[in-house]
């Protein structure tokens, strides 16, 4: 797999954003900081740097794995013990960097030890993102790491391989030994981003849903206008409701929203909530498969 000059560069600008973002956002979060005040500062940073957000910023907070992104008005606040995700995209040209860190809000060390098992996996798994390795192998890695900590990687949760106007492209990165002879090509940006739980070691789908990306255009009866903001804006990437929500009038994007997931033309992102309701600690960077795998999101 090869990008041209200018798309590589276009990766490594949306990489090295993405972590100024990741790295500004843990500056922020504090005790009585509602969620959506810190997706609205992480979204406000990325235009401020001249780029766009790859998807809405993530905020999952303990046994919620991924996907919750904060709703217009929603009052929910970060408390002292909370383990909390901050899941992030930036893009460029359609060239999107994907990372992910975890944070404790307080002392915790239970929250701090999910924390580093996670971390430990990351590392492992990035030093094999080399051409011509098993998915499989890095699966291994990860899920070795994490048992080392006495927790279990999300089997049911996966890295991606990361391509132009898609998120997630048909290459899946294991947390776990999957027995795959799938194998990672030269010039790859992927996505590796291990879970680590002392809960099943397995998600569920929540019903909440505040996340969607265009699958396939139709003509719809109620908010075309919306229907032509998301194909012009997003592409194929995922919005957000809330950001519907700020443009057009809220009764009218939710029955846009009911009558498009109906018509299958929206991927609606459900929720993701730990089997057992059980911490969770998510780490990832995206990284440029090569002999010397290089972490865009460094």
């Known amino acids: 797999m090869a990008y041209d000059s200018k798309t590589l560069e276009n990766?490594?600008?949306?990489?090295?954003?993405?972590?100024?973002?990741?790295?500004?956002?843990?500056?922020?979060?504090?005790?009585?900081?509602?969620?959506?005040e810190l997706a609205d500062a992480v979204e406000k940073k990325i235009f401020?740097?001249?780029?766009?957000?790859?998807?809405?910023?993530?905020?999952?907070?303990?046994?919620?794995?991924a996907h919750h992104v904060p709703l217009e008005g929603e009052r929910l606040a970060f408390a002292d013990g909370d383990l909390v995700k901050i899941d992030l995209g930036v893009h460029v040209e359609g060239a999107v960097a994907d990372t992910a860190v975890s944070v404790s809000i307080g002392k915790d060390e239970e929250n701090e030890k999910l924390i580093k098992a996670s971390e430990a996996a990351l590392a492992a798994a990035i030093k094999l993102a080399t051409p011509g390795r098993k998915v499989s192998e890095i699966g291994r890695a990860v899920?070795?790491?994490?048992?080392?900590?006495?927790?279990?990687?999300?089997?049911?949760?996966?890295?991606?391989?990361?391509?132009?106007?898609?998120?997630?492209a048909d290459l899946t990165i294991p947390n776990f030994d999957n027995k795959s002879n799938e194998i990672l090509e030269k010039?790859?940006?992927?996505?590796?981003?291990?879970?680590?739980?002392?809960?099943?070691?397995?998600?569920?789908?929540?019903?909440?849903?505040?996340?969607?990306?265009?699958?396939?255009?139709?003509?719809?009866?109620?908010?075309?206008?919306?229907?032509?903001?998301?194909?012009?804006?997003?592409?194929?990437?995922?919005?957000?409701?809330?950001?519907?929500?700020?443009?057009?009038?809220?009764?009218?994007?939710?029955l846009f929203l009911k009558e498009a997931i109906a018509k299958g033309m929206l991927h609606p992102y459900n929720v993701l909530l730990e089997k057992k309701g059980s911490k969770v600690a998510q780490t990832e960077h995206t990284i440029l498969v090569s002999e010397t795998p290089e972490i865009l999101t460094a």
Request: aromatic letters at 10%.
């Open 11 to 36: 990766f490594r600008k949306a990489g090295k954003l993405a972590a100024k973002v990741r790295d500004y956002a843990k500056t922020l979060i504090k005790t009585g900081m509602l969620y959506v």
């Open 48 to 65: 401020e740097l001249g780029a766009r957000p790859g998807f809405p910023c993530n905020i999952s907070v303990n046994s919620t794995a």
């Open 143 to 168: 899920e070795q790491a994490i048992s080392s900590f006495g927790f279990r990687p999300i089997k049911n949760l996966s890295g991606h391989l990361v391509d132009i106007y898609d998120l997630h």
């Open 187 to 254: 010039g790859m940006a992927i996505a590796i981003e291990p879970f680590a739980t002392d809960g099943d070691g397995f998600i569920r789908e929540g019903d909440e849903i505040s996340v969607f990306r265009l699958e396939r255009p139709a003509s719809v009866r109620n908010g075309r206008e919306i229907l032509e903001h998301i194909a012009s804006e997003y592409v194929t990437l995922p919005f957000a409701k809330r950001w519907l929500a700020r443009k057009f009038n809220p009764l009218k994007v939710n």
